[in-house]
């Protein structure tokens, strides 16, 4: 496994031993730990977990859509096939729905229920989420209270936010719009190319004035950089994690983006701090993690095994699964741990390759193609679906 991996085991084992289950916005209880630190040494490894599959072509296109297109617009991403966003996109209305939790359920759907629209706008930038003052109603253009029902069937709307009509298919005023409002990509590398010995190459991601008009503020929400002896390293800072989903995606994608702005001002990839408050899983997402613990656990047993031996489990296995349904969970077991057989019998390291010709960072490809962008030589133990909550 990957030095990622190891660490990455770790936090889900101390968060499931040591947690405190706490309920929060969501309506799905949460179980989080304090905080968790990561140091990653890109000269020795680039980090993408192994014990379940990364899907880093959206986990780069995503970054790229933040940091390169500086965009908000989620139809930017649908163009790509990226849907990650969907959840938390502003409907053609100018709403922002949130939905109860779980899959859709016609048996249990509400088609006229209606909700109050509440106005991000009544916020004051004193106090942007609303926490010490409550949001007022939105009213229509004839005075009237504005309402909104649920737009996806089978799933029951629980409360609605105004934002305008301006942010139709976008996330409001977070991620990739600030990064465009303050021009914060082209200030980092015009101050990496003339000024690299610069204390003060900050971007913050968390902007009072635009927090009560970002349907999620940022989560991964500041970055530092320094340049040391011809390196370029990077400390990054999350204020919330949601380790089965998000961890994975934003450790690999700013790995990535620190490769390819070191590749631009000419410097090699150094190290990545990366810090987290509240590491947190949902309740929803435990029988997923002990999956990829199970994982972690087969590896270290087979990883002792003569290689005869893993041959003729690799035999039964395959025999095993001729019997059973592909969708079933002891089919995709099976799946996983021959994965895991063939990991350890045939090592190899992932390896980020950036085409070398690229000297601009906005030259790098964003079609879902990434011709720029590969991960080389990726094993992983198979997928994990966890569920998403809004």
Not at 65 to 92: C, F, G, P, T, Y
Not at 131 to 147: H, I, Q, R, S
Request: proline fraction near 4%; hydrophobic fraction near 35%.
């Amino acid at each position: 496994m990957t030095g990622f991996d190891k660490e990455y085991l770790k936090l889900l084992k101390r968060i499931l031993q040591e947690g405190q289950e706490v309920e929060n916005r969501t309506g799905v209880n949460t179980i989080k730990i304090q905080d968790y630190h990561f140091r990653f040494d890109l000269s020795k490894e680039f980090p993408i977990l192994e014990t379940k599959q990364t899907y880093y072509k959206k986990a780069i296109l995503e970054m790229l859509w933040i940091w390169q297109a500086a965009s908000n617009d989620v139809n930017w991403l649908h163009e790509r096939n990226v849907k990650i966003w969907d959840e938390w996109k502003i409907d053609s209305d100018g709403i922002y729905r949130i939905y109860e939790p779980g899959e859709p359920n016609m048996s249990t759907y509400e088609e006229d229920r209606e909700v109050d629209v509440l106005d991000s706008y009544s916020a004051s930038i004193k106090d942007p989420l609303a926490k010490m003052n409550p949001l007022k109603l939105k009213l229509d253009e004839n005075g009237k209270v504005m309402t909104a029902k649920s737009l996806i069937p089978g799933k029951n709307i629980k409360s609605a936010k105004w934002y305008g009509k301006e942010y139709v298919d976008t996330i409001g005023t977070a991620y990739g719009y600030l990064v465009n409002r303050y021009g914060y990509t082209d200030e980092l590398i015009w101050t990496i190319l003339n000024n690299p010995t610069d204390r003060r190459m900050v971007y913050s991601l968390w902007q009072n004035e635009f927090l009560r008009t970002a349907v999620l503020p940022s989560c991964v929400w500041s970055t530092e950089w320094n340049v040391y002896k011809d390196t370029l390293n990077l400390q990054v800072h999350q204020r919330s994690c949601d380790v089965p989903l998000g961890l994975p995606f934003n450790v690999t994608q700013y790995a990535t983006f620190l490769s390819m702005i070191a590749q631009v001002t000419n410097l090699k990839p150094g190290v990545i701090s990366y810090s987290i408050n509240e590491p947190h899983i949902y309740v929803n997402q435990i029988d997923g993690i002990k999956e990829q613990l199970r994982r972690g656990s087969v590896y270290n047993d087979y990883a002792r095994l003569a290689p005869s031996k893993l041959e003729s489990i690799k035999s039964d296995l395959e025999n095993k699964m001729l019997t059973l349904d592909e969708k079933s969970d002891e089919y995709l077991r099976c799946d996983a741990d021959l994965r895991i057989i063939d990991i350890i019998l045939s090592p190899v390291k992932p390896e980020l390759w950036l085409d070398p010709s690229v000297n601009n960072f906005y030259d790098f490809d964003n079609s879902k193609d990434l011709k720029h962008t590969k991960i080389k030589s990726y094993k992983h133990m198979g997928k994990i679906d966890f569920p998403i909550t809004q």
